[in-house]
């Protein structure tokens, strides 16, 4: 069976779903995200589905999908190129040609001008930066459909033209003495293309984990505040790291008039954040950080900015997947590392760098239900179906949409972290 590593030292065999032993193609048919860390989050019925993954896929060993990704690759040549986030599972990620957080791959997606086509190992959104970024003549694909984001099926178009309208009438439109407009939307990577189109529309911008900072500056220089989605607590850790207080950053509740707050409170407002969370950053707590540095004295905790602000605050650093990696490869002495993020990374960091003890915070292994939708089953399937000649789980964006995104990323793409993360 081809999984994610389901043990962890201080935590033998366990799981937070018995079910991720499964294939993921038991679940392709089932509405929601499958097992793993976002089991409990509630998919709307507009999240992707995947057709059944013929059986010579489901029943092949993971030698011989191996063998056939492989000879399928050879066969393409340059004509493909694979895309591999940080969380996906080790067994992608060999086959990866660019490996990332979702700025770097966003980047990776424009500097490939010679492939016929993109295979994004990662999840919809991912796939969907990628064909707004790609020349027009290249497909993207995403070898499972069903590989969607809770997170970001946490904010959709319709409540965001809706709060949007809300503030529009509270603020009006017309700037400040210093030009700056009542609101900026600002929309994390984690979001649907729609999302994206519409901060190309309103003046706003994408971020990343990587740029989160820098996009904040950018947008508090033209806007006198901003409302910042899917992910309210990047959104409040960025702003808190800034100095914005927290009396400061109410929270956007779509289903509450107003969001939930009174009009003094959104007058007053500096970052509105949206109701939106990662359930695998979610999962990590001060307790369990506290529990870290009485077993592990001069342990160094390094988090993800999706976690809690009072987690965030208890660790000792916070940045993205990227900059957690540098900050493990940087370390010039055996160091004790607990980290906060995904397992799949985790487990990697401890393989790459023996010399160091890393383990991940949460002692129950959770991974990301939806990167682990991606299994060598479907990248074997979509690649020798580009040998035969065909097309599969082509991501598409309408060309409406892609021109509004795109505004939106190439000012994303442009606002460079100050520090590589």
């Known amino acids: 069976m081809t999984s994610v590593n389901l043990q962890i030292a201080g935590a033998p065999g366990a799981t937070c779903d018995p079910d991720l032993a499964a294939g993921p193609w038991d679940f392709d048919t089932v509405p929601g995200y499958g097992p793993g860390a976002s089991i409990a989050d509630v998919a709307p019925p507009s999240a992707p589905r995947q057709g059944t993954l013929p059986a010579q896929y489901r029943e092949a060993s993971e030698e011989e999908l191996h063998a056939r990704i492989v000879a399928a690759r050879a066969t393409l040549g340059s004509r493909v190129v694979v895309l591999g986030h940080f969380y996906q599972r080790d067994e ?13 791959l966003a980047n990776a997606a424009q500097t490939v001008p010679d492939a016929e086509t993109i295979v994004f190992c990662g999840v919809h959104f991912m796939a969907e930066t990628a064909d707004v970024l790609a020349k027009d003549d290249q497909a993207v694909i995403l070898p499972n459909l069903a590989a969607g984001c809770s997170m970001a099926d946490m904010a959709d ?20 003495a210093d030009g700056r407009v009542p609101v900026i939307p600002v929309t994390y990577m984690n979001s649907a293309a729609d999302l994206k189109a519409f901060c190309g529309r309103h003046g706003g911008i994408v971020c990343t984990s990587s740029n989160a900072e820098t996009v904040l500056e950018w947008a508090f220089e033209r806007g006198q505040r901003v409302l910042f989605f899917p992910d309210q607590h990047l959104g409040r850790n960025t702003a808190k790291k800034m100095g914005v207080p927290l009396e400061q950053m109410p929270l956007w509740n779509p289903r509450k008039p107003l969001g939930g707050s009174t009009e003094d ?27 870290a540095r009485a077993d592990h004295p001069g342990v ?31 370390a010039t002495e055996p160091t004790t590392f607990a980290i906060g993020t995904e397992i799949n990374m985790v487990n990697r960091l401890a393989a790459e760098y023996p010399q160091h003890t890393i383990f991940c915070l949460d002692p129950v292994v959770c991974p990301c239900s939806t990167m682990y939708r991606i299994h060598p089953g479907y990248l074997a399937w979509v690649l020798e179906e580009l040998v035969a000649g065909r097309v599969v789980n082509q991501v598409r964006v309408p060309d409406d949409v892609a021109a509004d995104a795109r505004v939106a990323l190439e000012r994303m793409l442009a606002a460079k972290p100050k520090v590589s993360a």
């Open 300 to 330: 160094r905790v390094i988090v993800h900015p999706e976690c809690p602000a009072p987690v965030v605050d208890a660790a000792d650093e916070a940045g993205s997947t990227d900059y957690i990696r540098k900050a493990v490869a940087a």
């Open 92 to 104: 992608i990620v060999q086959h990866a040609d660019f490996l990332g957080d979702s700025f770097q």
């Open 157 to 176: 178009i319709d409540s965001v033209e809706e709060a949007w309208a809300q503030l529009s009438a509270l603020y009006g439109e017309e700037p400040d």
């Open 265 to 291: 409170e959104l007058l007053a407002a500096k970052v509105l954040l949206w109701h939106g969370f990662c359930s695998v950053h979610k999962r990590f707590t001060v307790d369990q950080i506290t529990r």
